[in-house]
């Protein structure tokens, strides 16, 4: 399997414009998540969705921020408009839970690293 | 208090050292617990998890559990330089599919 695929890599944009930020799950799971990493605040959850289904979404910052997962193998997260305290790491991770097993393992993506000027 | 606590750091070992991380955490209704480890610029990677009291040995790597003293820790046998990274504690409800991170140690093990 190709694991989690995030794009853009690297995103350099300026202040105002639209982000938007890509991830491919892992085909077969069914629990996607989005994470933003700065050395201030460390790992935080901003979302997730269950079968394509947003679950949880108190982590959103702001109204900028924004999700989507119109199918199983592709999720959207767009912040508009973007401001230089977006600057971060964006993860995007995904996980089942196969059968009785009492845990299930997120597996992480590479990340994209903003960058608001 | 923070949910998930971990020291910062840095802490630097000599090769060969076992190298002890430790994570409290302040919510009782916590049921699984795992330990990421991020090298720089990389993504998370699961190298632990737990959810009963006690050890759970894997390899080099022991995580502890002790759910009344709200606290999990790993040690690291036999560092090594490769172990050099941020290592994470995470926590997940047993109702709660999201995980909560700490802020991570990093750990330097020196050759």
């Known amino acids: 399997d190709a694991g989690v695929i995030q794009s853009p890599r690297h995103e350099v944009t300026e202040m105002g414009q639209e982000v938007t930020l890509r991830c491919k799950p892992i085909?077969?799971?069914?629990?996607l998540f989005w994470y933003r990493q700065t050395m201030m605040r460390g790992l935080e959850l901003l979302i997730y969705?269950?079968?394509?289904?947003?679950?949880?979404d108190s982590g959103m910052p702001e109204d900028r921020f924004s999700a989507k997962m119109p199918n199983a193998s592709f999720s959207t997260l767009k912040i508009q408009p973007s401001e230089p305290r977006d600057s971060a790491v964006y993860f995007c991770a995904s996980s089942t839970r196969p059968g009785r097993q009492v845990w299930e393992t997120q597996y992480f993506g590479p990340g994209t690293r903003l960058l608001v000027l | 208090q923070k949910e998930v606590e971990q020291n910062s750091g840095p802490l630097s070992v000599p090769e060969g050292a076992i190298a002890s991380l430790n994570c409290t955490y302040s919510d009782r209704g916590s049921q699984s617990f795992f330990w990421y480890r991020q090298y720089s610029g990389k993504s998370p990677e699961l190298i632990m998890s737990i959810y009963s009291n006690g050890d759970k040995e894997d390899g080099r790597f022991t995580a502890q559990l002790n759910k009344a003293s709200q606290y999990v820790s790993l040690l690291i046998r036999d560092s090594q330089p490769s172990d050099s990274a941020t290592y994470l504690c995470?926590?997940?409800?047993?109702?709660?599919?999201?995980?909560?991170f700490g802020s991570g140690t990093q750990l330097t093990v020196l050759p």
């Open positions: 995470a926590v997940k409800r047993s109702s709660a599919r999201q995980l909560t």
């Open positions: 969705f269950n079968n394509n289904v947003p679950i949880d």
């Open positions: 085909s077969g799971h069914d629990y």
